[in-house]
T-cell receptor, first 114, second 113 residues
Framework: GNSVTQMEGPVTLSEEAFLTINCTYTATGYPSLFWYVQYPGEGLQLLLKATKADDKGSNKGFEATYRKETTSFHLEKGSVQVSDSAVYFCAGSAGGGSQGNLIFGKGTKLSVKP | DAGVIQSPRHEVTEMGQEVTLRCKPISGHNSLFWYRQTMMRGLELLIYFNNNVPIDDSGMPEDRFSAKMPNASFSTLKIQPSEPRDSAVYFC???????????FGAGSRLTVL
């Protein structure tokens, strides 16, 4: 079945540093890909998505490009802020007859220091 | 819309007790998902429903866990009897079937002593 692998954390950065969180997927066909963010004490929120190869999802300064050739969907931000401290989850649609189910990576905790 | 509503937000109980977690999905959404989150295992899908019908319950750990969705606006996840290893945050999420975009509730933090 489909699977998603993302880099393990935690990741600690200084404010205004560049962020990359790697995510790769294994799937039959071409799943839709997502990044979700979980702030402390809250549920997951959709950050951005891409539904086909070469699509770029973007939101709040974060970007990720659906790379079919490398089966990747790395999350990037040029200048992180303390408020970006959270856990980030990469996810892909499960495919087949799963009717909307998502496969999540294990999450990467980001801490941004002032 | 108030989003996905879960209750209780926190539950502390003793081993052997019955626990019932509740979820109200977003009105109009026809898929509902129950996830469990722990430090060791991350986010695990327990079960999901489409149009109130359970589609995949292969993630339910064992017979102590059961989930129901009696109507489009309500679902329960029950653990009976509870065990300390059930301690986790349980999330409910909903979506339009096939839309792949899930809206999560704030979670129910369960501690079994």
């Amino acid at each position: 079945g489909n699977s998603v692998t993302q880099m393990e954390g935690p990741v600690t950065l200084s404010e205004e540093a560049f962020l990359t969180i790697n995510c790769t997927y294994t799937a039959t066909g071409y799943p839709s890909l997502f990044w979700y963010v979980q702030y402390p004490g809250e549920g997951l929120q959709l950050l951005l998505k891409a539904t086909k190869a070469d699509d770029k999802g973007s939101n709040k300064g974060f970007e990720a490009t659906y790379r079919k050739e490398t089966t990747s969907f790395h999350l990037e931000k040029g200048s992180v802020q303390v408020s970006d401290s959270a856990v980030y989850f990469c996810a892909g649609s499960a495919g087949g007859g799963s009717q909307g189910n998502l496969i999540f990576g294990k999450g990467t905790k980001l801490s941004v220091k002032p | 819309d108030a989003g996905v509503i879960q209750s209780p937000r926190h539950e502390v109980t003793e081993m052997g007790q019955e626990v019932t977690l509740r979820c109200k999905p977003i009105s109009g959404h026809n898929s509902l998902f129950w996830y469990r989150q722990t430090m060791m295992r991350g986010l695990e899908l327990l079960i999901y429903f489409n149009n109130n019908v359970p589609i995949d319950d292969s993630g339910m750990p064992e017979d102590r866990f059961s989930a129901k969705m009696p109507n489009a606006s309500f679902s329960t996840l029950k653990i009976q009897p509870s065990e300390p290893r059930d301690s986790a945050v349980y999330f409910c999420a909903s979506s339009f079937a096939g839309a792949n975009v899930l809206t999560f509730g704030a979670g129910s933090r369960l501690t079994v002593l």
